[in-house]
């Protein structure tokens, strides 16, 4: 029999005086009840309980075990009170693994959380590929690429986003814009590490039918902030996330090339190690974004938006 179940009744007999008083309360039969009482004095070897015809009483041994497991069952019924109000209200140290390209997102929706729920304190990492969320201690992760395939990881789609080829008008200065998608072939490409599909540029074609073109370039790193920096600077045509870019398209320190070819539909991900028994702090969080994702949705996509305006 489970042993906590046998104290709880073992319990219940001694503050109700009795078999019968003790399986009301529990809603046990008192064959039951009387079952769990005799499986821990088996589990002991010795006697708790005298039994008479007319009351119980406990024995010397029946005494002293009796305090002793009230304390420990007093200690658990505090531990579930003190975890169910934590799940409730969001509290402790939530760790994220970010895009370091979803800083400028990320930091004030993490200002507006802990500025809500004050009993929160944000633990921030990052880097440009994703990381063992179990192994680090990571809470979760907001990811721009979906995560290489593992079952045991729950992703959650936040909002949809796509690259905008571009360039500075310093590169045009010295270059002829492209007309096609083939003409990005004799161009200096700024190339991210992690994309991927390597050095085939995709695109979705009018068609419905997805387009690429092989490009090449003397940089390729794995910071997307490098890239976009380089591209300022008029070294390269830069495959750009639409939201890392949207100030320098709006200010003409970027221009889009090649309007009628949009690349290939990706999406920002909230990654966590685990389905049941979300804490209030991870899933409060997650919800939280996905309410600024859908509010920013044209800072997202701001070439789209622009067009559709």
């Known amino acids: 029999m489970d042993r906590l179940t046998s104290l709880t009744v073992f319990g219940q007999v001694v503050e109700s005086g009795g078999f019968s008083a003790a399986g009301r309360r529990l809603n046990m039969s008192v064959t039951m009840v009387s079952n769990h009482v005799q499986s821990l004095e088996d589990h002991l070897g010795v006697r708790l309980l005298n039994r008479t015809t ?87 992760a907001i990811m721009t690429m979906i995560p290489s395939e593992d079952s045991s990881l729950v992703t959650r789609k936040l909002t949809p986003w796509r690259h905008i080829t571009c360039c500075a008008p310093a590169y045009l200065e010295r270059h002829d814009a492209p007309q096609q998608l083939a003409d990005l072939a004799a161009h200096n490409c700024l190339r991210y590490t992690y994309y991927p599909y390597g050095n085939e540029w995709r695109f979705d074609g009018d068609d419905g039918q997805p387009q690429m073109v092989r490009v090449g370039g003397n940089i390729v790193t794995h910071s997307g902030e490098m890239l976009r920096m380089l591209a300022l600077g008029g070294h390269g045509i830069f495959l750009a996330p639409s939201f890392m870019i949207a100030d320098d398209l709006k200010a003409g320190r970027l221009v889009r090339l090649l309007p009628n070819h949009r690349p290939v539909e990706f999406v920002i991900n909230a990654i966590y190690p685990h389905r049941h028994h979300l804490s209030s702090k991870v899933r409060t969080f997650i919800d939280l974004l996905a309410e600024r994702f859908a509010a920013h949705r044209k800072w997202m996509n701001p070439a789209e938006n622009s067009e559709e305006a």
């Open 54 to 140: 007319r009351k119980v009483s406990l024995t010397e041994v029946g005494q002293a075990y009796y305090e002793r497991t009230r304390q420990i069952l007093g200690d658990l019924d505090e531990a579930d009170r003190i975890a169910d109000a934590m799940n409730s209200t969001p509290r402790g140290t939530l760790r994220i693994y970010a895009n370091p390209s979803l800083v400028r997102f990320l930091s004030p929706v993490i200002a507006e959380f802990v500025a809500l729920y004050p009993q929160v304190a944000v633990e921030s990492s990052g880097g440009e590929r994703m990381t063992d969320l179990v192994e680090s201690g990571i809470d979760l």
